[in-house]
């Protein structure tokens, strides 16, 4: 029995850290933006209220493509760098954001 528990502590401690991705992902086609760019088909988590479990999240991993995410998690102390100087506004689903130089929504982490 003890040997039993020590190997779950030790896969326990040994797990990567992307253990932290939302479970829940889907497939998004591939589609052209407005500005004619194309976008790749891909996998992405589930929409939920929070980044800390998305895959371009910093410590977690795209189980799909092996990247690591580099995005600040949502009030965390990364997150207070982005914007820095603008005026922080927030959509009506929660999602904070500033307007670029064309007028363009860029969407931050949470404060």
Do not use: C, E
Not at 12 to 35: C, D, E, F, H, M
Not at 64 to 85: F, H, L
Not at 100 to 107: A, I, L, P, S
């Amino acid at each position: 029995m003890r040997h039993i528990l020590l190997i779950f502590v030790i896969i326990l401690i040994t797990s990567p850290s992307s253990a932290q991705v939302n479970p829940n992902s889907r497939y998004q086609s591939g589609y052209t933006k407005k500005n004619g760019t194309s976008v790749q088909p891909h996998y992405k988590t589930q929409t939920n209220k929070t980044n800390h479990d998305n895959y371009s999240t910093t410590s977690n991993k795209n189980t799909y493509t092996g990247k690591s995410g580099t995005k600040a998690k949502d009030y965390s102390p990364a997150a207070t760098n982005y914007g820095q100087g603008k005026t922080i506004q927030s959509g009506p689903k929660g999602g904070q954001y500033y307007q670029n130089d064309k007028g363009k929504k860029v969407y931050v982490p949470k404060r």
